[in-house]
């Protein structure tokens, strides 16, 4: 006979020991689905249509509900190398090298962006889950974290909140926020109310009268040496978009070159006779490296207009060459001259990679522009979203803060 007490010792001890592999079994489940969530998600939103930014707003609730932190590394690490994957081809494209270049820095932009969401990473649930995830989104919004700060989802504020500037902003922030906590789909069925009533009478932002904004395809050839048989298309160009009633057109990043003398009094010449003004992308060399700049030319002025705040890093700013004491480079001014003036227009300058950051356009966006430029030298996307990100990006915080919006790039 078995004694009662060893009986139930041994029926205790049987039931309970397929308990821990239940819950690890569907902690696994869970995890590789909010992983797999995550690639569709980052891949849809960061598609290139305005319209479907907002996917990016279910990030929040798959990082916020992964079951451990290196799940939720995971997550945004899906996320994010889904919706940057044209980097390695980009990468390919610009230095001509093979693939596993384009990898290594796209996985090195993710890192950053992983590191900074499963550090803050909360295993309760509510208000500081919240909390912090804010404070991820505000560090991969500004310098340092910001410089590689692309795919926000509060870009889809603009696609959401047509119109409303800073209280569409704000709305955006308390969606994602609430996105993070067990009230999530409250926030998810506003938004895709929101979301559906802004799609239903879409409308592109304008150019405003008078501007327009000339794409190119000289793909790699624009800008990288000097070409008067190129500068004197491009004027033919601008002198015949004036002939239309253009008087602000706007070129495309390093439209004009290596800015000199010599090109400088070339445009200012070939403006004669003309009250055009051309907004145009050159580069302004100095002992330290180089500006990545607008230049405004006229037929009695030629200046520049403004520096770029975030060049490119590791292909265009390259501040290693400083602290080596080497020079060159592009200069990074990070907060420098938000807004600048011409024609009696205040403009929010976009260079570039500066249209898929956040801190530019809303250090802009504090200054009351009139107009935001935004232009691009993106032959090296070929193959690629890249382009159409920047412009559904940009497009969307026009579309935000009601403002005309004049594109220009180089293809």
């Known amino acids: ?64 509900f992964a079951p451990s932190r290196w799940i939720s590394g995971a997550v945004s690490a899906a996320y994010f190398l889904a919706a940057s994957r044209g980097l390695p081809q980009g990468v390919v494209n610009f230095y001509g090298t093979d693939l596993g270049v384009g990898i290594a820095l796209w996985i090195g932009a993710a890192a950053i962006f992983v590191l900074v969401h499963a550090v803050l990473w909360q295993r309760r649930p509510g208000c500081e889950r919240a ?6 989104a505000i560090l991969m919004s500004v310098p340092p974290f910001g410089i590689v700060g692309w795919a926000q989802p509060i870009t889809a504020a603009g696609v ?24 999530w789909p409250i926030a998810g069925i506003a938004a895709a109310g929101f979301w559906a009533w802004s799609a239903a009478d879409w409308i592109a932002p304008a150019q405003p009268g008078g501007w327009v904004g000339l794409d190119t395809k000289l793909g790699s050839a624009l ?10 298309v491009l004027l033919e160009r601008v002198r015949e978009a004036g002939a239309t009633d253009a008087r602000i057109v706007v070129l495309p990043e390093s439209a004009a070159g290596l800015w000199t003398p010599t090109t400088s009094g070339f445009w200012m010449d070939g403006l004669q ?29 030629a200046r520049r207009l403004y520096g770029e705040r975030m060049p490119v890093p590791i292909s265009m700013w390259q501040p290693w060459l400083a602290w080596t004491e080497r020079g060159g ?39 009351s522009p009139d107009v935001i430029v935004a232009i691009g030298n993106d032959w090296w996307t070929a193959g690629t979203t890249i382009l159409a990100i920047q412009r559904a990006s940009t497009e969307a915080w026009a579309r935000l803060f009601g403002l005309p919006l004049v594109l220009s790039f180089n293809t």
């Not at 995550?38 to 798959?62: E, N």
């Not at 330290?288 to 230049?295: F, H, L, T």
């Open 1 to 64: 006979m078995i004694p009662a007490t060893s009986a139930r010792s041994r029926h205790r001890a049987f039931s309970a020991s397929p308990g821990p592999s239940l819950p690890s079994a569907h902690s696994s489940w869970r995890g590789a689905a909010v992983v797999v969530a995550a690639v569709m998600v980052g891949a849809l939103a960061w598609s290139g249509h305005v319209l479907a930014l907002p996917f990016a707003c279910a990030f929040p609730t798959l990082w916020a």
């Open 131 to 136: 909390l912090w995830f804010g404070l991820a």
């Open 160 to 183: 959401l909140f047509p119109g409303w500037g800073w209280w569409g902003l704000a709305a955006t922030a308390a969606i994602l926020l609430t996105m993070t906590t067990r009230k």
């Open 223 to 232: 800008g990288r040496a000097p070409d008067l048989d190129q500068s004197r």
């Open 273 to 301: 006779g003309t009250d055009i003004t051309v907004i145009a992308g050159a580069a302004i060399v100095n002992r330290e490296g180089y500006d990545n700049a607008m230049v405004e030319i006229s037929a009695g002025r």
């Open 329 to 367: 480079g592009a200069k990074a001014s990070f907060f420098g001259n938000p807004l600048v003036e011409t024609a009696g227009r205040r403009i929010a300058p976009l260079i570039c990679y500066e249209q898929l950051l956040v801190w530019p356009v809303l250090q802009s966006m504090l200054h």
